[in-house]
C-alpha cells in the first residue's frame, strides 16, 4: 500500500504543481501571474490578482503532496482548487474531459480526498516526522471534502460576479 500511496502523491502531486507552475512562474507555457489575473478577471472574479495569486498557491500545494509534507493542507490545496475548477469552468461542459468536461478534475480531487483519509503512506516526510498518525484517518478525509467544498463555494459566492454575457 506504501508504494501506491506514494505513486499517487507524487503523480497527483506534482501534476498539481506543475499546473500551479504555471500560473504563479509561467512555467511549462503558462501565462504567469498576469496571464491568470487577466484569464480569471474574464470569469469574473474579483479581485483578479488576488485570486490568481490564490489558485496559483492552492495548486503549487501539489508539492508538498508529493512529498507527503502536512498531507491534509496539500489535499485541501488541491480539493478547493478542482471544486472551483469544476463548478466555473467544467461541470457546463459535462462529464468527459474530451469535451471540456469535469472528469480530470474530479479524479485529482477525489485523490487527494483519499490521500488525507488514508495518509501519506511510509515514504513520506510526514512519516519521518512522525506526525501521520495525527494527520490522516476517516475525519481528515471528510473534513478536507468538506472544508474544500466551503472554502470553493465562498470564493465563488464572494470573490466572483456574473461574467458579462459573450455576444
Known sequence: MDYGLLLLRVVVGLTMFAHGSQKLFGWFGGGGLSGTRGWL???GFRPPGLMALA????????????????????ALGIASAMFVA??????????FVGGGGFEYNLVLATSA????????????????FHADDNWSGLWWGVGVLVLAVVLGSTVLAVFRTAPAPQD
Do not use: C
Request: glycine residues 16%; hydrophobic residues 55%.
Open 41 to 43: 478577471g474574464g470569469m
Open 86 to 95: 469544476i463548478v466555473t469552468v467544467h461541470l457546463s461542459k459535462g462529464f
Open 55 to 74: 489558485v496559483a498557491l492552492a495548486e503549487s500545494s501539489g508539492l508538498i503532496f508529493a512529498l507527503g509534507l502536512l498531507t491534509p493542507l496539500g
Open 113 to 128: 480526498v483519499a490521500v488525507a483519509a488514508t495518509g501519506p503512506g511510509r515514504f513520506s516526510l510526514d512519516r519521518a
